[in-house]
């Protein structure tokens, strides 16, 4: 099989570019500069030069404050591109898998957001993810949307990279208590689009639609901050203290969900797949220098 990836320099992205590697899969793999996903005549021509089986959308606009403001930039890449790139597939009957957010919902439930839960988002970046969903979903039966939420990795910027950064300039680190998500490591998440496209190239499965994938364990901001720095500290003997905080100590631009936990069964369930999670402490492992 031959993928196309999109955002190949983002976190996902990159993620993504390894697991294939690593399976020696075929791919193609894009960025902004040579596939800019706004511009539906230049990625037509090329999806007609490659003709890749599939498709998975990693690109996005991601800087979650900076779209409050730069909310026609926001909606041009996350709903227009997303778009036009179901449109290019349509025209080539590929299929496309796109990466979505736990930010299309409101995030103040008490359980688990399944893939059907009413969507409401808070910030202009999940307007414009959403947006982006609907578009495809519009335009091209053969999608898949995977909602994930709280990307960490070896890649990119992230937080658990930016709490070990800290950890070296400070003696102690506020992270915010009061938001609940699940820690979602970008490498698994690679696995899972690459074993959901082997189910849909290799059995024409055609559960299409949107799901959801992240990692195992619940936790806050504060919980994940004091995991890496257990880990740190057990593999670098070095111990930096980490203090909890609420929101409404760290204000940001665009208001994040106090609740991010996102139910994950269908994906398992439709695709005969065994979860696919690395335990967290072995994945934060991996971000540590060797
Ligand atoms: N990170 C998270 O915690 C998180 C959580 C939930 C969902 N997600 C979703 O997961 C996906 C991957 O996120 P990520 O963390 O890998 O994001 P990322 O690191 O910010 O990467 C996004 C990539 O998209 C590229 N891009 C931006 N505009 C583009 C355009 N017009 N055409 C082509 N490429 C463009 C960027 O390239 P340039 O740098 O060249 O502009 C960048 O490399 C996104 O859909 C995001 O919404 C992420």
Known sequence: MKLLITG?????????IAACDAQKISYIATTSADFDICLLDNISDQLALYRPDIIVNTAAYTAVDKAETEVSKAFLINEIGAKNLATACKQLDIPLIHI???YVF????TTPYLPSAGCDPKTVYGASKLAGERAIAEVLPAHLIIRTAWLYSEYANNFAKTILRLANERDSISVVADQIGCPTY???LAEVILAVTAKILETKCQHYGVYHYTGAEIMSWYEFAKRIMAVRAQHLAKTTQVIAINSDQYPTAAKRPIYSVLDCQSLWY???LEPIVTPLDIAIARLLPS
């Open 100 to 102: 979505s957010t736990d």
């Open 270 to 272: 439709d695709f005969a």
């Open 186 to 188: 970008a490498p698994d």
């Open 8 to 16: 190949a320099n983002g976190q996902l992205g990159q993620a993504l």
């Open 106 to 109: 409101a995030g103040d439930a």
